[in-house]
Nanobody, 125 residues
Framework: QVQLVESGGGSVQAGGSLRLSCVAS?????MGWFRQAPGKERERVAG???????TYADAVKGRFTISRDNAKNTLYLQMNSLKPEDTAMYYC??????????????????????WGQGTQVTVSS
């Protein structure tokens, strides 16, 4: 089981920026960010593959950037132009397999088997 630890959350005003980090105990092919706001279902935010192919939800496209540093087994999410609707608990996830299907703009569906505990992002207007 891969251990994932997120950090970097906090409270910012609308228009501000935050950078989330997720340190993994080992390398995995697929990594992704999800978020869940109170009373809402968990939603996909962004994903990155082993060959650094990236994909984003429409709600964050152009504002968020996902990246990874394989030497450090670390996943990042740079969040700019934050909006109050971005307020949520953000989770990173990882997996080594993918199946035929659709996941955001990818034509494969990663099997995210390991999850972090989350980091809270709060954006005030």
């Amino acid at each position: 089981q891969v251990q994932l630890v997120e950090s970097g959350g906090g409270s910012v005003q609308a228009g501000g920026s935050l950078r989330l980090s997720c340190v993994a105990s080992e390398y995995t092919s697929y990594m992704g960010w999800f978020r869940q706001a109170p009373g809402k279902e968990r939603e996909r935010v962004a994903g990155i593959s082993s060959v650094t192919s990236t994909t984003y939800a429409d709600a964050v496209k152009g504002r968020f950037t996902i990246s990874r540093d394989n030497a450090k087994n670390t996943l990042y999410l740079q969040m700019n132009s934050l909006k109050p609707e971005d307020t949520a608990m953000y989770y990173c996830a990882s997996g080594n397999r993918a199946y035929v299907g659709r996941w955001l703009t990818w034509s494969v569906r990663p099997d995210f088997t390991d999850w972090g505990q989350g980091t809270q992002v709060t954006v005030s207007s």
